[in-house]
């Protein structure tokens, strides 16, 4: 049988504006969650009250700022010693320590710059004979 020309538009149009509907929303959220970061300045130092109104994008540039003068803090001597001594004492605190040595190894290969990340495929083989044996004795 012939597919519909009509129902073949329309999973068309969805496959086109749906990844762009998410793209916008995910952008939409992580610029929002950025901007609002302004509002950790004390209140007298924010926009509003030093402009007399807001800059849309301010925090987004804070961010921006606070971000990068962090990796470059990092990047010495003294600030690779302060971070290995703040892992440390994360991975002294259950709860914490497991969300953040997983999103750390996460992101970890992401931005090696060797460019090896991701580099082999690998099969798992999820464990059939395990959940068999696991439901037979219950």
Known sequence: MKPHPIRNSIIAGVLIWVPIYVTFVIIRFIVQLLDDSILLLPSAYQPEVVFGFDIPGLGVLLSIIV??????????????????WGESLVAKIPLV??????????LEPLFEEEGHAFSRVL????????????????
Request: proline share 2%.
């Open 67 to 84: 971000i990068f003068l962090t990796g470059f803090f990092a990047t010495n001597y003294f600030g690779r010693k302060l971070v290995s």
């Open 97 to 106: 320590r497991f969300v953040y040595l997983s999103v750390k190894d996460l």
């Open 123 to 138: 099969l798992v083989e999820f464990p059939r004979k395990c959940i068999y044996s696991i439901a037979l004795q219950t």
